[in-house]
């Protein structure tokens, strides 16, 4: 047909350029229509060989940066003394991806977990607590009593001025060195802290530093006096006026404001970061407006770079009218529905000793990519979290797709072979596919100029249903062994690729299911 040739020869032109421009049409082609770049076989033999010589690395080794940098990715920052919900797992799992993206492609990256472990919050949780809580009764699930104090308090601070006014003086006493509230405070950080790590460990992910705004209470202050003393440039003073009144609070205290700019200003000291990273809702977007503007102007940042990442919210959770459903339970439910799932399943045949295991990671697959199937920026009207999106195009689909090219390659009776000849690998359906993973390194780039996983998802989606009219019509096993080792290589290839945009959204592949 006509559209094939015309898709034969741009196929030819873009691979003879090396723009990144021409880099991020090929990526959005192939998102467009399956399959729609023809190469010649030396050109779709070459692809396979290189995908075999450089591994998991195939998709970023010629986009890598050629002068990389120093990125810290600020993500995940949940609030001390409030549950980890779902709305703290789109930072989590999106700057989780961040990180291991700029790590492929050949940064150096610093994952921070900036805790909000001070502010208004604390001290309606610490003055709850005195008022109308229970040691005892926060020691049995702390996350979970905690946030029942949080929103009761919260109820009264609304209601209640003089609530409201101890509150503040709770905060105050604290930032001054009150013992008494300090070690309070410290108990209900370290209660928190464990429970939020229990999460993380769930969740596969870790961090290179785990801090949180009370180290940069009294750093905070010192800033505020250095604006005051130094004042910001001539061209900045109509834009931060607003602003520098909000670094304290009239009685002397840190602001949010004031404790990030101190952060920022440590960060830059001893990280000695090219770029900062901040994964963060939208609706955060003026504070980091002003927040960049205002330490642009302090010569410790010089010529580094911000950026702050945006996503979109869930729209219907409130903490402080209690509702929201702690991670660790949507997690619990997931799995036990993945368990139910495989029971049922004419396919999935774990071994017993290997259930749970499989169940966890197919539950965190369907989360995971039920959140990135959409762009970061689109807000949620119903939480995300269920498992009403384990059919079609979802995790499971791409976790089987890997598993059973495993299978393929455990069960076809052909070694891989890596002088193999690629002669006989000419039919329609090994070329399309070939074609698509060549495209890999331009689906890479234009994840990482975006930031968009939805671009990853895409991919692999497609890939596994290349993958699986492949597997369909070309056969490994019983056949002619120069006919199925160049298969069975081919296969290895597709599963290599997958594998690798699996791992860099998070997840971990599963070789049997």
């Given at each position: ?355 749970d295991d499989v169940a966890k990671t197919l539950a965190l697959t369907v989360i995971f990519i039920n ?143």
């Amino acid at each position: 047909m006509k559209y094939r040739y015309v898709y034969r020869q741009c196929s030819l032109l873009l691979h003879a350029l090396e723009s990144r421009t021409w880099q991020r049409s090929l990526a959005s082609l192939a998102q467009a229509s399956p399959s729609p770049i023809r190469l010649n076989l030396a050109q779709s033999h070459q692809i396979l060989r290189d995908i075999w010589k450089l591994k998991e690395d195939f998709p970023f080794a010629s986009v890598k940066a050629k002068t990389p940098r120093k990125i810290v990715v600020d993500f995940s920052s949940p609030n001390i003394a409030k549950p980890f919900h779902a709305g703290h797992l789109r930072s989590t799992i999106l700057g989780n991806f961040v990180a291991n993206i700029c790590s492929a492609m050949g940064h150096r990256v610093h994952r921070l977990n900036y805790l909000g472990d001070w502010g208004t919050q604390c001290g309606i949780v610490l003055v709850g607590m005195e008022t109308f809580g229970s040691e005892a009764e926060m020691e049995k699930n702390p996350l979970k009593y905690l946030l029942e104090i949080y929103v009761k308090g919260t109820q009264l601070a609304e209601s209640d001025p003089e609530f409201m006014q101890r509150v503040q003086d709770t905060m105050n006493q604290l930032e001054n060195g009150d013992h008494n509230l300090f070690q309070r405070w410290e108990k209900i950080r370290r209660l928190t802290m464990a429970e939020y790590l229990k999460v993380y460990k769930r969740l596969g992910i870790t961090f290179d530093e785990i801090t949180g705004e009370s180290k940069f209470v009294k750093a905070a202050k010192e800033v505020s006096t250095r604006i005051e003393a130094e004042r910001p440039s001539d061209s900045l003073l109509k834009e931060t006026a607003l602003v520098d009144k909000r670094l304290l609070k009239s009685d002397g205290s840190s602001l949010y404001l004031s404790r990030d700019l101190a952060a920022i200003l440590e960060h830059a000291r001893q990280l000695d970061f090219d770029e900062k990273l901040y994964v963060v809702d939208n609706s955060q977007h003026d504070h980091f407006q002003y927040l960049f503007k205002l330490a642009r102007d302090f010569d410790e940042i010089e010529d580094r770079d911000f950026r702050h990442i945006k996503f979109g919210r869930i729209r219907g959770l409130s903490t402080r009218q209690g509702k929201v459903q702690l991670l660790s339970e949507i997690l619990d439910k997931a799995e036990t529905s993945m368990i139910e799932r495989i029971k049922r399943s004419k396919y999935a045949r774990p071994r017993p000793e290997e259930m749970d295991d499989v169940a966890k990671t197919l539950a965190l697959t369907v989360i995971f990519i039920n959140d990135f199937k959409q762009k970061r920026q689109m807000d949620y009207s119903d939480p995300f979290l269920t498992l009403q999106q384990s059919e079609g195009d979802s995790g499971v689909f791409l976790q089987y797709n890997h598993a059973r090219l495993c299978s393929v390659e455990k069960n076809s009776g052909v070694k891989l072979n890596p002088d193999v000849a690629l002669d006989y690998l000419n039919e329609e359906e090994a070329l399309a596919l070939i074609s698509h993973l060549s495209l890999a390194p331009a689906t890479a780039q234009t994840a990482m100029e975006d930031f968009e996983p939805v671009v990853i998802v895409k991919y692999l989606f497609l890939n596994a249903h290349l993958t699986s009219k492949a597997l369909k019509s070309l056969r490994v096993k019983d056949r002619a062994p120069e006919v199925a080792e160049g298969r069975l290589f081919l296969f290895h290839c597709s599963r290599i690729v997958a594998r690798s945009f699996l791992k860099l959204l998070g997840i971990q592949p599963l070789d049997a299911m």
